[in-house]
């Protein structure tokens, strides 16, 4: 009578075998151009376009961001690229508004409401640190260095590429409206309050409800 103990040997080293046939199989066919397409396709970044231009092509506007440099975040490369940078946006209540939608979702976090450097997830007694960009050394800086930091990051700000451009330079108005003395501009933002914005923000309007008005009983209800 066979011993069971023996075929079970044998079919394990027969299982090993052809795993490993498989493998050897699968490289083989790997090395041929037409059938490597599962081994070694084609894949894309998320912000990269699916498809090559045509042959011959000429840009002439693209829909997305426009083409930027890719800098290292130094203090000399922000100050050079910013110098280089021309606002073209105005100063106008269109603008600022928007400024203060986009400094709200993105920048209020850390750099507080009106942009003291006391965000919620930072301010006094916490670290890191954020900047006050009310301050005087940041009120000198140019349009284009503030766009580039926001652009490319700094220190432990990292970058937000994902603002259009157009949004980064409302972001600079609506710093400058702060550095010059401008109150906070109430916004209201999609989806739940936004931290550190209690005050300014309350969802279905604009601006923020009175003290003990309904809106304020009902966010102590649901606490």
Not at 70 to 76: D, K, N, S, V
Not at 147 to 157: D, F, I
């Amino acid at each position: 009578m066979p011993d069971p103990r023996r075929w079970t040997l044998v079919l394990l080293a027969l299982a090993v075998l052809g795993l490993g046939g498989c493998t050897r199989i699968e490289r083989a066919m790997a090395s041929l151009s037409f059938l490597n397409f599962m081994h070694d396709s084609p894949s894309f970044d998320p912000y990269e376009a699916p498809r090559a231009a045509p042959a011959n092509a000429v840009p002439v506007a693209s829909p997305g961001e426009h083409w930027e440099p890719e800098i290292e975040p130094t203090e000399a490369n922000l100050v050079a690229w910013g110098d280089t940078l021309t606002n073209p946006l105005a100063m106008s209540e269109p603008v600022v508004t928007r400024g203060a939608t986009v400094f709200s979702t993105y920048c209020s976090v850390c750099h507080g409401v009106a942009a003291r450097g006391d965000g919620p997830i930072v301010g006094p007694g916490k670290f890191p640190l954020a900047t006050d960009l009310t301050l005087p050394t940041t009120a000198g800086r140019s349009d284009g260095y503030i766009y580039a930091v926001v652009r490319v990051g700094r220190g432990l700000m990292p970058s937000y590429r994902r603002i259009p451009p157009s949004d980064r330079w409302a972001v600079v108005n609506y710093v400058r409206h702060l550095q010059g003395g401008g109150e906070p501009i109430q916004v209201s933002l999609p989806g739940q309050v936004q931290p550190g914005m209690d005050a300014l923000n309350v969802s279905g309007g604009q601006g923020s409800a009175p003290a003990g008005d309904a809106g304020a009983d009902e966010a102590e209800g649901q606490e």
